[in-house]
């Protein structure tokens, strides 16, 4: 309902009243601001959660835009708190984005089905282990999960330049 009230003062403000059942039945006024923003605010809400992390229908929050940036508006997945993990999705290929805590891309794993390849991404080539490349891993270096997803993991073999990142699928026995 909508009504005009006189202040005191004899000045006239335009306000919304919303029957309210109760026992005392005492009305409650709200302002057009505020009810149009509130509206907005919800209207809004389901729509910013779709473009910003769609599932992909794999459980992990894929984000559909920021690939590349050093901090990008989406979920970090990491498992490790040395790295950030970042997943994307475009067109039915994932993108897994790997950063380390100074916020530089240090790899991009891409994604569709079980095939894995990566990108030319980062200030210096990564050596990277794929499913279908596989190279050989140091014996005695530190592994370290820094990312576990439903289908794949991604792991760290070692330290700095004689890091070796791997892929290793859900299905392998490592």
Same mark, same amino acid.
């Given at each position: 309902m909508r009504g005009i009230a006189l +202040?005191?003062? !004899? %000045?006239?403000?335009v306000a =919304?009243?919303?029957? *309210? *059942?109760?026992?005392?039945?005492?009305?409650?006024?709200? +302002?057009?601001?505020? *009810? /149009?923003?509130? &509206?907005a605010a919800l209207l809004a809400a389901p729509g910013l959660a779709l473009a #910003? #992390?769609?599932?992909? !229908?794999? !459980? @992990? %929050?894929m &984000?559909?835009?920021?690939?590349? $940036? &050093?901090q990008p508006a989406a979920v970090n997945l990491s498992a490790d708190p040395a790295w950030s993990v970042y997943?994307?999705?475009?067109?039915? @290929?994932?993108?897994? %984005? /790997?950063?380390?805590?100074a916020g530089q891309v240090v790899l991009i794993i891409a994604n569709i089905d079980s095939t894995f390849w990566t990108l030319p991404a980062g200030k210096a080539p990564v050596r990277t282990s794929l499913p279908s490349r596989q190279l050989p891993l140091p014996q005695n270096a530190r592994r370290r999960t820094v990312f576990h997803g439903p289908d794949f993991s991604?792991? @760290?073999h070692g330290e700095g330049r004689d890091a070796i =990142?791997? @892929? $290793?699928?859900?299905? +392998?026995?490592?």
């Open positions: +202040s005191d003062r !004899g %000045q006239a403000s =919304w009243t919303l029957p *309210i *059942i109760s026992t005392m039945e005492m009305p409650v006024k709200f +302002s057009r601001f505020s *009810i /149009v923003a509130s &509206a #910003c #992390c769609p599932s992909g !229908g794999n !459980g @992990v %929050q &984000a559909q835009a920021g690939l590349g $940036e &050093a997943a994307f999705e475009r067109d039915g @290929v994932a993108y897994y %984005q /790997v950063n380390d805590l991604l792991v @760290v =990142w791997a @892929v $290793e699928s859900a299905n +392998s026995s490592k």
